[in-house]
């Protein structure tokens, strides 16, 4: 019996047709960048202070700036960045009792004078130094008591990441990858407008779940359905192309938040894209045979072969799927059957942990740091670029388990220097953590294909799909530990991201190599790989 494999070999493995297919899919790694790490721009928080009636009539009356009467009424205090002007209280006086004239406000009223002023909470709300721009923190005024609800932001986004890539990976394995993918645009798309239109902050939170919900299932279909259109040999390049595009689109986000002042509108280009992909799609051939559905499969293939220019001989009549005979019985107490298994789901496990948390944490630290945020975000973005072609370069040539753990040493020695370096050494530092970026980046996209090379045919699914649940899990983390961590102290966060970098790569080294190893079928390949000889070379 001829298996697809074999009518790929005449359709052609990677011919017009599947270029025109992938790059269409490709397209769908940009607003998923833009979705993951957007709240940087959405959920931006700017200088703030508490709002005073009595200030707004003063500054109204003498024609003042914000940053002038910021700097004649409002004291300084300590903070984890230093010594900064208070944003979470505000002087209890009565500021037309103070005397204060128009004339020359820095000059009134000494700091040291401020000081020994009564201090009470920010009862009539907040002022920003954000004039002309619009976050959903400045909306909402999530901040001082409150600004750890920007942390449930990115959470909801990866608690609807979690079981969005569950569910929407079952149903396509049940129903098929085109209509999955189609639906989930469609439903990407409605829950999209629905965040940008969210009334309050709660409704936003519950939109935010069931957007996530859609948008990694959606992806990762089609990263799933592109590898099953090509050949073997073709599935790691497509899939590291794949991915190369959502660092593309990390580079166009700060374009877009930069000419797009207004977070809910941001939200809708960012939404858009998806309606664009309900377009027509031919469904994965190798699911239809898996679904004994043989003609449809045949029909497509004969569509493949035709756009590609190929003539099918007539060894396609006997086409069939390579993997009807193998009866799975698979289940998740296999992924712990054995110490190999074992070891292999503890270490990969906490390799996708890390890459979400350490990934997500240095990005968003970069709305933290005060400088031009457009700036920073896109310098970081360029350094990623490289992380695909290094991968590329290296993996054939050296191998798996070294570039992996360099990527993770590298990240984390990256973060914990950076923690040190003084803030007069602007560059230096700057460049130092974007050494960590580029890092960390090919460390996470690494780990996807080692994950899939180690594991046996018959579990290779379930332990991916297990194993990477810990990075949503590291995404629910990732803002928490970012964001509450800095409050004590600004470069906390670099010291625990630095700390489990080290820790992955040095576990990576723990793992065996896969370059040019025979494909594990079963368990007992992966306890005696030696055993048998097989067919199914990496």
């Known amino acids: 019996m001829t298996t697809f494999e074999d009518i790929l070999e005449e ?11 992938v790059s ?4 769908v790694s940009v607003p998923f960048s833009f979705v993951y790490v957007g709240i940087v721009f959405q959920g931006f928080t700017p200088e703030h202070w508490c709002r005073d009636p009595g200030v707004i009539e003063i500054r109204e009356r003498c024609g003042w700036s914000l940053q002038d009467a910021h700097r004649a009424t409002v004291s300084l205090m300590n ?20 005397g204060l004239t128009c004339d020359n406000p820095e000059s009134e009223l000494t700091q040291a004078q401020l000081s020994t002023l009564p201090m009470t909470g920010c009862t009539d709300g907040w002022e920003y130094d954000y004039e002309g721009r619009q976050s959903f923190v400045t ?16 959470a909801a986004l990866s608690v609807g990441f979690l079981v969005g890539s569950i569910t929407i990976g079952y149903l396509a394995d049940k129903y098929g ?21 969210s009334p309050n902050y709660i409704a936003l939170l519950v939109f ?40 593309l689109g990390i580079l166009i986000l700060p374009l877009l ?9 941001l939200q809708v280009v960012f939404t858009i894209p998806y309606f664009c992909f309900l377009t027509f799609i031919p469904e994965s051939p190798r699911w239809l045979l898996s679904q004994n559905k043989r003609n449809e499969a045949m029909e497509i293939t004969k569509a493949i072969a035709k756009e590609n220019k190929k003539t099918l001989s007539k060894i396609i009549e006997t086409l069939t799927d390579e993997n009807t005979d193998s009866i799975s019985t698979a289940s998740f107490m296999d992924l712990f059957k054995t110490s190999k298994l074992r070891k292999f789901t503890f270490i990969l496990s906490f390799n996708w942990f890390t890459s979400a948390v350490v990934y997500q944490g240095l990005i968003m630290r970069l709305g933290i740091l005060g400088g031009n945020v457009y700036v920073d975000f896109l310098i970081s973005g360029i350094v990623e670029l490289p992380a695909a072609f290094l991968i590329l370069l290296t993996i054939e040539r050296i191998g798996r388990r070294l570039p992996f753990a360099a990527a993770n040493i590298v990240a984390g020695a990256a973060c914990l220097i950076t923690a040190f370096i003084p803030d007069s050494m602007f560059w230096l530092k700057s460049a130092v953590a974007c050494v960590g970026r580029l890092g960390i980046t090919m460390a996470f996209e690494m780990v996807v294909f080692v994950n899939t090379e180690l594991y046996p045919t018959i579990i290779r699914n379930l332990g991916v799909s297990v194993c990477s649940t810990l990075c949503d899990i590291g995404g629910i983390v990732a803002p928490f530990l970012l964001y509450r961590l800095a409050v004590i102290w600004l470069e906390l966060p670099l010291i625990i991201f630095g700390a489990l970098a080290f820790v992955a790569g040095g576990l990576v080294l723990l ?9 594990p079928e079963t368990i007992d390949d992966i306890e005696c790989p030696n055993r048998k000889d097989t067919k199914i070379y990496i």
């Open 139 to 154: 909306e909402f005024d999530l901040v001082c008591a409150d600004a750890w609800y920007v942390d449930m932001f990115q």
């Open 11 to 21: 359709a052609g493995k990677f011919g017009r047709c599947q270029m025109r297919i």
């Open 79 to 98: 903070s984890s960045t230093g010594v900064t002007y208070s944003q979470c209280q505000k002087l209890d006086m009565d500021w037309n009792a103070t």
């Open 208 to 247: 935010r779940v069931l957007f996530g919900f859609g948008v990694k299932g959606g992806w990762m279909v089609g990263y799933v359905l592109i590898t099953e259109l090509v050949g073997v040999e073709y599935r790691r390049m497509v899939g590291v192309t794949y991915q190369l595009f959502f660092s």
């Open 24 to 27: 269409i899919f490709c397209l």
């Open 177 to 197: 990858r085109m209509k999955s993918f189609l639906m989930t645009n469609f439903f990407i798309g409605v829950t999209g407008i629905l965040v940008a239109t």
């Open 257 to 265: 938040a930069y000419f797009i002042p207004n977070w809910r509108w």
């Open 511 to 519: 793992l065996p190599e896969t370059k040019g190893v025979p494909l």
